[in-house]
């Protein structure tokens, strides 16, 4: 069984702020993880995902995220935050030996004030 | 430009009228899910398919069907809609069926309205 838990369902910074949203997974098995973003009117696309190569996984658009197994987190942070991050982001996690199911967080809505 | 489709992107309709939503992806992958979007509920996964003539129920297939009789495309059925399942719907595809590391690509989604 696999389940994620996204801390926050809004999140509210600065532009130039830390940006930081919080995703927490369950897996019995070794899990990928994933961050996606959604547009306003858009379906999602990927910002990064861990895949067991490393635990720091640098995505596009300056976003990063670590893998920690002792927390059982895989929480997405960007130095500094620019309008154009305004957005939801999704946390997903899935495994080899569950291959058919994929299962995603509530998802966090960013803002961005100026 | 390799890509998921999704038609109709619009739809309003009522109780009981039977729909399709289609979805067609040109980047010969194996696998294809559906989910819908609600607003605090996340995705949640409706159904999924493996690879041709290969499909399963994901958390709440219930009042959907699909069938994969080609790879590219996967239709998601409503054969008695209801309110309950007015929602965002959205397609996606991934390449390999086992291996998971790989991301989902995703259509731009449908927006159902059941009256």
């Known amino acids: 069984a696999q389940s994620v838990t996204q801390l926050g369902s809004h999140v509210s910074v600065s532009e130039g702020a830390l940006v930081l949203l919080r995703c927490n997974y369950s897996?019995?098995?070794?899990?990928?993880l994933f961050w996606y973003v959604q547009y306003p009117n858009q379906g999602l696309q990927l910002l990064l995902k861990?895949?067991?190569?490393?635990?720091l996984v640098k995505g596009i658009n300056g976003f990063e995220a670590e893998f920690k197994k002792s927390e059982t987190s895989f929480h997405l942070t960007k130095p500094s935050a620019h309008m154009s991050d305004a957005a939801e982001y999704f946390c997903a996690v899935s495994a080899d030996t569950n291959a058919g199911k994929s299962t995603f967080g509530d998802g966090t809505t960013l803002t961005v004030k100026p | 430009e390799a890509q998921v489709t999704q038609n109709p992107r619009y739809l309003i309709t009522v109780t009981g009228k039977k729909l399709t939503v289609t979805c067609s992806q040109n980047?010969?992958?194996?696998?294809m899910s559906w989910y819908r979007q609600d607003p605090g509920l996340g995705l949640r996964q409706i159904y999924y398919s493996m690879n041709v003539e290969v499909t399963d129920k994901g958390d709440v297939p219930e009042g959907y069907k699909v069938s994969r009789k080609e790879k590219r495309n996967f239709p998601l059925i409503l054969e008695s809609p209801s309110p309950n399942q007015t929602s965002l719907y959205f397609c996606?595809?991934?390449?390999?069926?086992?291996?998971?590391?790989?991301?989902?690509?995703f259509g731009p989604g449908t927006r159902l309205t059941v009256l």
């Open positions: 861990y895949t067991s190569a490393a635990t």
């Open positions: 897996s019995s098995v070794p899990p990928y």
């Open positions: 996606a595809s991934r390449p390999t069926q086992r291996k998971t590391y790989n991301e989902q690509f």
């Open positions: 980047m010969n992958h194996e696998y």
